[in-house]
T-cell receptor, first 111, second 115 residues
Framework: GQQLNQSPQSMFIQEGEDVSMNCTSS?????WLWYKQDPGEGPVLLIA?????ELTSNGRLTAQFGITRKDSFLNISASIPSDVGIYFC???????????FGQGTRLTINP | DTEVTQTPKHLVMGMTNKKSLKCEQH?????MYWYKQKAKKPPELMFV???????INESVPSRFSPECPNSSLLNLHLHALQPEDSALYLC??????????????FGDGTRLSIL
């Protein structure tokens, strides 16, 4: 089945630093989604991308849908303590009913 | 606060018990999903309902039985579960049918522990 390679698996950064993570796939997707999950809660949608090349921001978060439709990245600028959590990318292939998830990036911030 | 509501938040049950997980959304979404999530792993799809009909069963054991009574409700009936079934069970919903490109919105899950 389809797989998404999400990297890095974990990040340890200082507060105020910028963060970048990405997902790549061997096949194309029509939709890329980025979620954040805090302990004891469900994933929360951060950004949804629907067109190749699309660049979308949500506050300090910016995500892009790769031109090849096989990758996406998420950037977080000027990280703050509440950014701590696990970030998942997810893609939906053409005609598919289900999402394919990356393995997650665990973000830890040192104050 | 999530717009997909799941109850109960926590459930502890023995292997011989029968229990049900409930999920409710009032966003008018026509696709609903059940996922299982183990610690530090991404959600794994179990079932998809599209317009109240089961459209995907990801080869889930029959001890898990989904039900969609109406477009706002999704249940997961549990019977004779095994310890390895302990996990966070997440419900999600999306607009239109499950094949559309609309994103899925998740509830906060039910933390299930099997004794």
């Amino acid at each position: 089945g389809q797989q998404l390679n999400q990297s890095p698996q974990s990040m340890f950064i200082q507060e105020g630093e910028d963060v970048s993570m990405n997902c790549t796939s061997s096949s194309i997707f029509n939709t890329w989604l980025w979620y954040k999950q805090d302990p004891g809660e469900g994933p929360v949608l951060l950004i949804a991308l629907y067109k190749a090349g699309e660049l979308t921001s949500n506050g300090r978060l910016t995500a892009q849908f790769g031109i090849t439709r096989k990758d996406s990245f998420l950037n977080i600028s000027a990280s703050i303590p509440s950014d701590v959590g696990i970030y998942f990318c997810a893609g939906q292939a053409p005609g598919a009913q289900k999402l394919v998830f990356g393995q997650g990036t665990r973000l830890t911030i040192n104050p | 606060d999530t717009e997909v509501t799941q109850t109960p938040k926590h459930l502890v049950m023995g292997m011989t018990n029968k229990k049900s997980l409930k999920c409710e959304q009032h966003m008018g979404h026509r696709a609903m999903y059940w996922y299982k999530q183990k610690a530090k792993k991404p959600p794994e799809l179990m079932f998809v309902y599209s317009y109240e009909k089961l459209s995907i069963n990801e080869s889930v054991p029959s001890r898990f039985s989904p039900e969609c009574p109406n477009s706002s409700l999704l249940n997961l009936h549990l019977h004779a579960l095994q310890p390895e079934d302990s996990a966070l069970y997440l419900c999600a919903s999306s607009q239109e049918g499950a094949g559309s490109l609309q994103p899925q919105h998740f509830g906060d899950g039910t933390r299930l522990s099997i004794l």
